[in-house]
Each structure stands twice: as structure tokens, then as C-alpha cells.
């Protein structure tokens, strides 16, 4: 069953998009704000996203710039040529006008997960995390990571340029893995930074003394 979040403020439209996907029988995460549907896409696989761009705290935009790694489908009132082609610049795979049509939304869902690629990327500078095999390239060379570590460089990069901190890592890849504390967390982050400074001298894991850790962009 294909997972799909919706980040909308407005409820009304909310519950419609929300009752539309349901009765086609997908599986549904809710968000009704930018820093919600961050939350929600670092704690659950998600297949597609339906993105309002006019939403509290971090806007539809920031969203696009963020997550690349999954297709999205713009939903917004903004109706300009300009604000289209901005968010499908930004990395934005389709984008509809309130209001739309139910039908019309379902079309364009079913051609973003039928041609959505096998192999979503999560991407910094020269490092790219292949998260359908977990495996971690440095330009073309190719990193094994083990589940933890998978976990950890998932999150971070889900997170470039913001703090991670130790606390919220270590709750993190918990979900993911068996491994959740703090001494076996350096340990990881020392193996990840080793396997990297193979290939590159850029050091992207930055540790934050006594807070926690972030990848710079």
C-alpha cells in the first residue's frame, strides 16, 4: 500500500484530500505544517507528498528544497506561471491549482507513483545516500553502510544545516535499528566520518560539542 503525506492547513480541503485517497485505498500521514511534515518524513517511509505552499512555520517552498528524495505534487492557490515554474525548478514533480478536480489529483498521483524512480536519492555536495539499498556514494564511489549508520546519515541529511541533536538522533534511528545509545552513537559517527574520508577530504559530519551533530550543505 503506497503511503502518502498530506501537508495542508486548510481542514476543509484537508479532510477532502484525505477522504479522496482513503476511498482509493491508500495509506494516509497527516501534516498541517512545514515543520510537521519534516517530522513526519524523518519518522516514516512515504511514497508521495501533496504540498499546500502557504503553511505555518516552514512554507511549501523550504519543504521542496529539503526533500528530494520522493515525488511531490504542489497543491496551492498561487496560480502564476512564476510560481509554478519556481517550484518545479526547485525539484517539485507536478503542480495543481485550488481548486482541482478530484479526478484530475487522483490521474496525476497515479503518474507520480507509477514513474517514480526505484532509487530515491538523498543528496549534499558530492555525497548522495541511495535509500533503497543503503548504500552511500562519494562522486562514484560506493559506501556500505550498515543499518545504523544508514540510519544516522538518513536523518542528518534529512536535516543539512540544522543540529541534530545527540538526543533526537539517538530517538531517531531507534525507530529504524536496535541500537540507541549515546557511546555506541560516537562509535557510528567515527566509522561514518572514516569510511567518507576515504574517498574526499570535505568533512561533512560536524559534531556540535554537547549538543549533537549536522551536515553542512
Not at 503506497?2 to 484530500?17: A, G, P, Q, R, T
Not at 516514516?44 to 511531490?72: A, F, T, Y
Not at 561514518?192 to 559530519?205: A, M, P, V, W
Amino acid at each position: 500500500m503506497k503511503n502518502i503525506l498530506i501537508v495542508e492547513d486548510d481542514m476543509s480541503i484537508h479532510s477532502i484530500i484525505e477522504e479522496m485517497l482513503k476511498q482509493e485505498h491508500y495509506s494516509i500521514l497527516n501534516a498541517y505544517s512545514g515543520t510537521e511534515a519534516l517530522m513526519l518524513l524523518e519518522q516514516n517511509q512515504v511514497d508521495l507528498i501533496l504540498l499546500d505552499l502557504m503553511l505555518p512555520g516552514l512554507n511549501g517552498e523550504e519543504i521542496i528544497k529539503r526533500v528530494n528524495h520522493m515525488p511531490i505534487i504542489v497543491i496551492s492557490a498561487k496560480m502564476t506561471t512564476e510560481d509554478k515554474v519556481n517550484c518545479l525548478s526547485m525539484g517539485a514533480n507536478d503542480y495543481i491549482t485550488k481548486p482541482f478536480a478530484k479526478e484530475e489529483l487522483l490521474a496525476r498521483i497515479k503518474v507520480q507513483l507509477r514513474d517514480s524512480k526505484v532509487n530515491f536519492k538523498l543528496t549534499c555536495k558530492n555525497l548522495k545516500l541511495l535509500t533503497d539499498c543503503h548504500i552511500l556514494m562519494v562522486d562514484n564511489n560506493h559506501i556500505n553502510l550498515t543499518k545504523t549508520e544508514y540510519a544516522i546519515m538518513k536523518h542528518l541529511l534529512l536535516n543539512i544545516n540544522q543540529v541534530v541533536t545527540k538526543t533526537k538522533l539517538l530517538d531517531l534511528i531507534s525507530l529504524d535499528t536496535d541500537d540507541g545509545n549515546e557511546e555506541s552513537l560516537r562509535v557510528h559517527i567515527s566509522n561514518l566520518r572514516n569510511k567518507i574520508r576515504k574517498y574526499t577530504s570535505d568533512d561533512y559530519i560536524e559534531s556540535v560539542w554537547g549538543v549533537g551533530f549536522m551536515i553542512k550543505g
